[in-house]
């Protein structure tokens, strides 16, 4: 958007998630703000002969709305939209035609396809349909079966910003009046590939992440979905739905520096939280609150600090920040969408939570960290930050009414 | 819905470089599916020949050629934003890190190959060589790919996050695919396809005196609701229904039914299959019909989940 003319905010009628501290919001949320930490020695089924840690969701997954025979993303997904269309009332308010779902993922079926792919380097062929698991787009397509959803359906990858960039796509397809409402958000699962990848890239801390630490040496790896239901919000006050926050605006860039480095000016992320504040019409002193990427690894903490600082001027040190991949981990696609859910309970319930392994604050961030314990207030706008591999940034501003 | 001017075209096929050469190819027979690396040498840095996956290659040659072609240098560099469509993905520096994972274990993983094997890593490679810093996605949507991420650009047009977009899409066949397929009983051949358009809205082009190649005109798609099922495509059905909603998003009651469109196997011989053709075909749509003169076309398709999209392209005043 341009021109400084103030984005129409949609609202928020449903969320759903599933992650490494439980299997539903309240859950979720109740075990972030006692400071909770998901994040545990790797078992199985992987090998882990060095002791690394991440964020699983514990076994066995809840059983409905998918089963065995889908993907561990595709039950992830199904579990987080299920409690976000369950509390939207969606099928009851709209053509299915004119229901969208967006996905971003940046895993799909890659565990599946893992263990396929070794056996078949053993000589054993194995079923035909695990290969299709590869196929990213089957998430979004297993939620528009089980809920009889054939609206705009989408699938994205922007790496570490999928899930937010999925949001900013639904808010995109109901604003031009291709869609009245969409299921939105992100899912992953833990697999051996990114495993494997961000540790031979050393960005794994081999402790629990210590976001915006000073000793912090990198990220944890996790698992999990998270899913949003947007609709127009004079629809949804008509119907008389809960709305439990209004989406304001979105902004999004790309670094255009490297394949896997954010720029260390973070200037990138500067964009993109400054297109959020545009589309919003906001002043960079309005935003109470940022829940921020903080994946704990040097540089993206680094940049994302300056970005911060260099957006909001002043007002960078009296707005509290939190980051809470110290307790769910990245969990990469799903990230954007369970940490929307955490902004906008931030925002209902007036908490923001602790950053946990946050212990010694970096003194070259320069920011309000939220550590320790979980801080009170009165939280009116806050922004959700996403930042991924290769450049992509996303950043979703929420309201706790129209500011 | 706002029409779209197309400012810039680039097509990568099996059997040239440029739709118009590819046009000319196909009119006298094809059968190949893969692009040689020969061919795009002279357009990729050291660093990007060496350290690019496959698929990465051929989309950034495609993307530079169409940002030429439409001069975006003209334009400040957060307001090109660029969208990739694959349904394939990277695959082959995914081989490359499966098989380093199944030979030496998860302790030894190329840490090059795991940031060159995500969809998301083309994109990043496109607009470091371009210095396009706006908005970026890569979609993934197995055979209507292309269309889909046509249909992203034009949405990131419309919401004015961007004056010009380059859409760049495809899909590349490792040699691992091509021993795989006969394995696992398949009966079709994986072909490569490269290709890019750039949009820009009709005012935008008109202020920097851009010359229009052709139009967006309308766009939709028809999503299934049953589940994966094989590589069996939708139903015909869908994609009429998906091009009867693209004709009246574009308002353009009037586009007879004959209108040129491409069979996936005109593009690469009988068995062969791209899902990420999309891209291409629309731009060798676009070279028929200004060989023509003027006229509009679509290009659809429909994908083995049940969905549908459709892409309204035209040429001239009609």
Not at chain 1, 40 to 49: D, H, I, M, S, W
Request: net charge neutral; with cysteine.
């Amino acid at each position: 958007m341009t021109g400084g003319a103030r984005e129409t905010p949609l609202a928020v009628t449903g969320m759903g998630t599933i992650n490494a501290l439980g299997p539903d919001t309240a859950t979720f949320w109740r075990r972030l703000v006692d400071g909770g930490c998901g994040i545990a020695r790797l078992g199985e089924p992987f090998e882990n002969p060095d002791g690394l840690v991440a964020a699983a969701v514990p076994d066995p997954l809840p059983g409905e709305p998918s089963g065995p025979g889908h993907t561990r993303t595709e039950r992830l997904a199904g579990v987080a939209a299920e409690e976000a269309v369950r509390a939207s009332g969606l099928p009851s308010r709209y053509s299915p035609r004119r229901i969208a779902i967006v996905v971003g993922t940046t895993t799909g079926g890659e565990r599946e396809v893992e263990s396929a792919f070794t056996g078949l380097l053993s000589g054993r062929r194995g079923p035909r349909s695990v290969w299709f698991r590869h196929d990213k787009a089957s998430v979004a397509d297993v939620l528009g079966s089980h809920f009889g959803f054939s609206g705009a359906r989408f699938t994205l990858n922007t790496a570490c910003a999928s899930g937010a960039s999925a949001i900013a796509l639904a808010a995109d397809l109901i604003h031009v009046g291709l869609a009245d409402a969409a299921l939105c958000g992100g899912a992953d699962s833990l697999a051996r590939v990114p495993i494997s990848g961000f540790r031979a890239l050393r960005a794994l801390d081999p402790s629990p992440c210590r976001p915006f630490d000073r000793s912090r040496r990198g990220m944890s790896i996790g698992e999990g979905a998270g899913f949003l239901v947007l609709e127009r919000l004079p629809a949804a006050e008509s119907a008389g739905v809960e709305i439990v926050s209004h989406l304001l605006s979105c902004g999004q860039s790309t670094d255009a520096h490297h394949v896997t480095a954010p720029l260390p000016d973070g200037s990138g992320q500067a964009r993109a939280i400054a297109a959020a504040l545009e589309e919003a019409a906001l002043r960079p002193e309005q935003v109470d609150h940022i829940n921020a990427h903080g994946t704990g690894t040097p540089a993206n903490d680094a940049a994302e600090a300056r970005a911060i600082r260099d957006t909001l001027g002043a007002h960078a040190r009296r707005c509290p920040v939190t980051s809470i991949k110290g307790s769910i981990g990245h969990t990469l696609g799903a990230a954007g969408g369970i940490e929307a859910i955490a902004t906008i309970e931030t925002l209902r319930r007036g908490i923001v939570p602790p950053t946990v392994g946050l212990s010694e604050p970096d003194p070259e961030i320069g920011l309000d960290l939220v550590r320790n314990e979980a801080r009170g207030g009165a939280f009116r706008v806050a922004l959700s930050h996403s930042f991924g591999f290769g450049g992509g940034n996303a950043v979703l501003c929420f309201g706790r009414r129209a500011a | 819905m706002i029409a779209a001017c197309i400012t810039g075209a680039a097509a990568l096929h099996p059997l040239g470089i440029g739709a118009e050469a590819i046009v000319a190819a196909l009119a006298r027979g094809c059968e190949a599916t893969a692009i040689d690396d020969a061919v795009l040498r002279p357009f990729l840095e050291p660093n990007e020949a060496r350290r690019a996956d496959r698929l990465s290659k051929r989309l950034l040659v495609a993307a530079k050629i169409a940002a030429r072609d439409a001069g975006l240098s003209s334009l400040p560099a957060d307001r090109i934003g660029l969208v990739v469509g694959t349904g394939l993905g990277c695959l082959e520096r995914t081989e490359d890190l499966l098989r380093g994972l199944s030979e030496k274990g998860l302790q030894n993983a190329d840490p090059m190959h795991f940031a060159d094997s995500m969809e998301s890593a083309a994109a990043a490679h496109c607009t470091i060589a371009l210095g396009a810093t706006g908005p970026s996605a890569s979609v993934i949507h197995r055979e209507i790919s292309g269309e889909m991420a046509l249909i992203r650009g034009a949405l990131l047009l419309l919401r004015r996050r961007v004056d010009a977009v380059v859409v760049v899409a495809g899909d590349a066949a490792p040699s691992g695919l091509r021993e795989l397929l006969p394995r696992l009983g398949g009966r079709r051949a994986p072909g490569e396809a490269a290709a890019a358009l750039v949009l820009e809205s009709t005012e935008g082009a008109k202020r920097r005196r851009a010359s229009p190649i052709g139009r967006l005109l309308g766009y939709a798609q028809i999503a299934g609701t049953r589940e994966r099922a094989g590589f069996r495509d939708a139903a015909p059905a869908t994609v009429h229904d998906a091009r009867e909603a693209a004709i009246a998003a574009a308002g353009r009651a009037g586009v007879v039914p004959g209108d040129p469109v491409l069979d996936p196997e005109d593009l690469f011989g009988p068995g062969a299959f791209c899902p990420g053709d999309g891209v291409l075909r629309a731009v060798v749509a676009l070279e028929r019909l200004r060989l023509r003169g003027a006229g509009s076309a679509w290009v659809a398709r429909g994908e083995r989940g049940g969905s549908a999209a459709a892409v309204l392209l035209g040429v001239g005043d009609r």
